[in-house]
């Protein structure tokens, strides 16, 4: 991973570079969990990764956030305490050549948006609208098979070569064949597969478009934003299986619950 101390995730997104590990493909097998928030992603992570070969390992991508501000583990510690997480962060970090618990955001996987515990030295107003500005292009290009590959879906595909790598490092210290990504998000799932795809696994975790509107209603939201992820999370990433299907292009399974 680049050692550059500035934060990825924003306006001067780091180009990651660190070293693969060694392994053939096809051992380990990453199984995301795609979904639009609210539809019991969670409920899933937990019992898939209750295989005795797998390894729920929740929201990954807001892992660099949880290590930031400590955040409490599911076992009850803080994350720097945790008997899992702490030799894990630190041992890949010794592979990295990089100390993540002060430098938490060189951990790149991704763009994170928190909305329950918010890093907001990091979680800022730019890195929202830069985020935006990048999904919604990388989408537009999938959409209408843009020649090219953008400069945004570029870092993308790095973030999600880091998640994999970060992925086998938990697999040999595990012994797990499969870990549980429960990140969500539509893109994270499709750069993911881009990056591995011979090791990806999504499950898409439809829930009643009702029973998300109530329980983002529920929570204070209002109305329209309330429907529009679970909205815009099926439409688009049912626009893009069926581009992907029209180009004949290999695209792992995927599970409709």
């Known amino acids: 991973m680049n050692k550059?101390?500035?934060?990825?995730?924003?306006?001067?997104?780091?180009?990651?570079?660190?070293a693969r590990f060694s392994r053939k493909s096809g051992t380990v097998m990453y199984v995301f969990i795609?979904?639009?928030?609210?539809?019991?992603?969670?409920?899933?992570?937990?019992?898939?990764?209750?295989h005795?070969?797998?390894?729920?390992?929740?929201?990954?991508?807001?892992?660099?956030?949880?290590?930031?501000?400590?955040?409490?583990c599911s076992c009850g510690r803080p994350i720097s305490s945790c008997q899992f997480w702490s030799p894990i962060v630190t041992g890949f970090g010794?592979?990295?050549?990089?100390?993540?618990?002060?430098?938490?955001?060189?951990?790149?996987?991704?763009?994170?948006?928190?909305?329950?515990?918010?890093?907001?030295?990091?979680?800022?107003?730019?890195?929202?609208?830069?985020?935006?500005?990048?999904?919604?292009?990388?989408y537009l290009s999938m959409r209408y098979r843009l020649?090219?590959?953008?400069?945004?879906?570029?870092?993308?595909?790095?973030?999600?070569?880091?998640?994999?790598?970060?992925?086998?490092?938990?697999?040999?210290?595990?012994?797990?064949?499969?870990?549980?990504?429960?990140?969500?998000?539509?893109?994270?799932a499709i750069n993911l597969h881009s990056a591995a795809p011979a090791d990806t696994k999504i499950v898409l975790l439809v829930r009643d478009g009702r029973a998300v509107f109530h329980s983002g209603l529920r929570r204070g939201m209002n109305p329209k934003s309330a429907l529009a992820s679970w909205a815009n999370t099926c439409a688009a990433l049912m626009r893009y299986l069926l581009t992907a299907c029209h180009e004949g292009t290999s695209f792992p399974s995927s599970t409709r619950t």
């Not at 797998?54 to 409490?72: C, F, M, R, V, Y």
């Not at 948006?113 to 800022?124: C, G, L, P, Y």
């Open 52 to 72: 005795p070969q797998g390894l729920s390992l929740g929201e990954i991508t807001l892992l660099p956030k949880n290590i930031a501000l400590d955040s409490q």
């Open 4 to 18: 550059n101390p500035r934060p990825s995730g924003g306006p001067f997104f780091v180009k990651q570079k660190h």
């Open 147 to 188: 020649p090219g590959q953008s400069v945004f879906r570029r870092h993308s595909i790095d973030a999600a070569k880091n998640k994999a790598d970060f992925f086998d490092y938990i697999q040999t210290q595990s012994g797990k064949s499969f870990v549980v990504d429960s990140s969500k998000h539509y893109l994270e």
């Open 94 to 138: 010794k592979t990295a050549g990089i100390d993540f618990w002060s430098r938490p955001y060189e951990l790149d996987f991704g763009f994170i948006k928190a909305s329950d515990e918010i890093d907001r030295r990091h979680q800022t107003n730019a890195r929202m609208m830069y985020r935006r500005i990048s999904y919604g292009l990388q």
């Open 34 to 50: 795609c979904s639009a928030g609210h539809s019991g992603s969670t409920l899933l992570d937990i019992l898939i990764g209750s």
